[in-house]
């Protein structure tokens, strides 16, 4: 989402928030990949590219953050659950306001809809799943992840009150 000037004037509070937080997003977004994994072999790619279309992340919860530690100030998270493809979360700074979100996996894409708490706005935004390249040591698929975040495996239980309150 861009922010143009005329915009600038009729943010809330909240709209502020939520625009620091897509804002955040796509400049995490926008982290080039690596090298490695431009070089991915075609089948692999296009058997990936199923896979992560038709399944995304495992059913489960999932805390991402930019950060790779908990609850620093300054750092943008998500907490969300998946059910079979069908996400519910909401994004957050330590310490603020949250939005919920919606989503689904689409095009190696996290596809969400984020609401804002205030007005019940909705903002369309998309993460880029990484695919992993290569196999972990039992054979299987390495998890698939957000691109410009990093998996968190400890919800607080504020993660949970928050994402409890999103469901």
Not at 99 to 110: A, L
């Amino acid at each position: 989402m861009l922010l143009n000037k005329s915009l600038l004037p009729s943010l809330t509070h909240c709209s502020l928030l939520l625009s620091s937080l897509i804002f955040g997003l796509t400049i995490s977004h926008n982290i080039p990949t690596l090298a490695a994994e431009k070089e991915m072999d075609k089948n692999q790619e296009e058997l990936l590219g199923q896979t992560v279309t038709k399944n995304g992340l495992a059913n489960g919860t999932y805390l991402y953050g930019t950060s790779r530690k908990p609850d620093e100030i300054g750092q943008h998270y998500m907490v969300f659950t998946v059910h079979q493809g069908e996400i519910q979360g909401a994004v957050y700074m330590p310490r603020s306001d949250f939005s919920c979100f919606t989503g689904t996996f689409e095009d190696n894409q996290m596809k969400m809809s984020i609401i804002d708490p205030y007005d019940g706005t909705r903002y369309n935004y998309a993460i880029n799943l990484q695919i992993p390249t290569t196999a972990s040591t039992n054979g299987q698929w390495a998890e698939m992840g957000l691109q410009g975040y990093h998996r968190i495996n400890t919800i607080s239980q504020n993660d949970q009150k928050i994402l409890d309150t999103c469901s």
